[in-house]
């Protein structure tokens, strides 16, 4: 049976993914889906998915005799000889209206196959996950548990516990796709910036003041605020503390407080300062890592280490770099080294980094090295620790005119640090397919160009947090 799979009726166990982020995606999806490209970070994540499939087809070639699916029928004719792996299978049942290609359908010792999927998440609980396999299983009428061959070489499996999640799942599609209408919808800083559908979106977020595009506050606050009169940016403007109710995520007078401030600063762009932060004194170095989740064996490898000292000039950044994974202890070592050497050289040493990833990360290689009584570690994980997170007074102290506190959003903003990166697509995710394009880079010319792109922007990078040392400086003098 030749069946048309490209229908939006039908329900894929891939309309998950988009499902568990966002209702009104699945809807715009089936109703008036978007054309979008997709963009170098999430096709290097297909890339890197495809290797892993492809490596757990070699294996299951290696065990059993493997044959690749063209279609329904095919799928259906190979089930019933019997053929102990089918690659790339297709199911449908049309009557539920699910469809679905798993990456394998594995014949148990019963006789009935069980699905399988290759994915680079290290754990199966992921609720996409769980569906996506949970819908495998319903298209195979059996009760045997889906195996998942996840990123870091584990094998699980999913069975009955999945249920009601794909039940809830298929209830949830069959009134999306049934509904005329696009279902209401919040504004989220991080899931609709990256949202091909952020422009139909964002028109109505704005004409409506919605209050979700104000930074801290959940959609699920706004609900709560809309059903006490609270439905607008300037209506929250002009709310008293006192009147504003305790709904979730804003309880507390000084949440509230901030969340008035952060109305006046959205829709007036003034900067708000609510107390005078305490900057360390000292000579500070500006420190930044780039680092690549997604090595073979799933260990985040620091690729660089990059700092900028004194006098803060371009000249003046300094960094640790290796060129893979297997080099990843030498270049904690160069680190180490870097900091004692910057200890040595400064007697009052501020190590500025913006978020908490750079100490995160300095406390798991300490860990995957057995190096917690390293002096250098103990100092700069310790009580007299050098390291600052410059986002703390930010977020301490100030009410700025953004819905999100990156190190970008206040560096790019023109009436704030107003720094721009020379690489206007730069981004980690960006540094992170570069230096994949690097590692697969055969020619030394342009493998060292690849490498000259990743450290401009890491420098940037490092000149941007100086730059907004001097800026909160000048502010809080
Ligand atoms: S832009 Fe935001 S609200 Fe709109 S569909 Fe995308 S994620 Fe959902």
Known sequence: ???????????????????????????????????FIIDSFNQLLIDRRLEHETAVLTK?????????ANSFDHTRALMQQGIPVIYQGRLLDEQEGLVGFPDFLIRHESGQYQ????????????KSIQIQLGIYRRLLFNKLPAIV?????????????????????????????????????????????????????????????????LYGIHGNTADHLAEFGISTITQLAMSKVESIPEVPYLKGNKRKYRAILQAKSFLTGKIFQLDNAMLPEGTWIHFDIEDNALTPA????????????????RENFEYVWTDDETSDYEGWEGFLQKIDHYRSQYSSLVLAHYSNHEKATIKQYAER??????????????????????????????ILPLQGYGLKDICKHPNLVNFQWENKD???????????????????????????TILGYNRDDVIATRQLEVWLKRLFS
């Open 426 to 452: 730069s981004s980690s995710q960006w540094s992170v397919v570069q230096f994949s394009r690097f590692q697969s880079e055969t020619n030394s010319i342009k493998k060292q160009k690849i490498k000259n």
């Open 369 to 398: 090295y057995a190096m917690k009584d390293h002096p250098i570690v103990i100092w700069l994980l310790g009580d007299e620790s050098p390291l600052f997170d410059i986002q703390k007074p930010i977020l301490d102290c100030l």
């Open 149 to 213: 061959f996840l990123g870091d070489g584990r094998t699980a499996t999913l069975g009955n516990e999945v249920d009601p999640l794909v039940d809830a799942f298929i209830t949830g599609m069959k009134s999306l796709i049934n509904a005329q209408q696009q279902p209401a919808a919040r504004y989220s800083h991080s899931k609709c910036r990256i949202c091909p559908y952020n422009n139909h979106c964002s028109q109505e977020f704005e004409a409506k003041e919605d209050l979700s595009l």
């Open 298 to 313: 799933r260990e985040r490898h620091v690729y660089l280490w990059g700092f900028l000292v004194p006098t803060y000039t």
């Open 115 to 126: 699905p399988a999927d290759a994915k680079l998440s290290l754990s199966e609980h992921k």
């Open 60 to 68: 299951l070639e290696n065990q059993y005799p493997v044959i690749k």
């Open 1 to 35: 049976m030749a069946a048309n799979t490209s229908t939006k009726s039908l329900i894929k166990p891939s309309d998950a993914t988009a499902w568990v982020s966002c209702i009104r995606r699945v809807w715009l999806d089936k109703h008036q889906a978007t054309e």
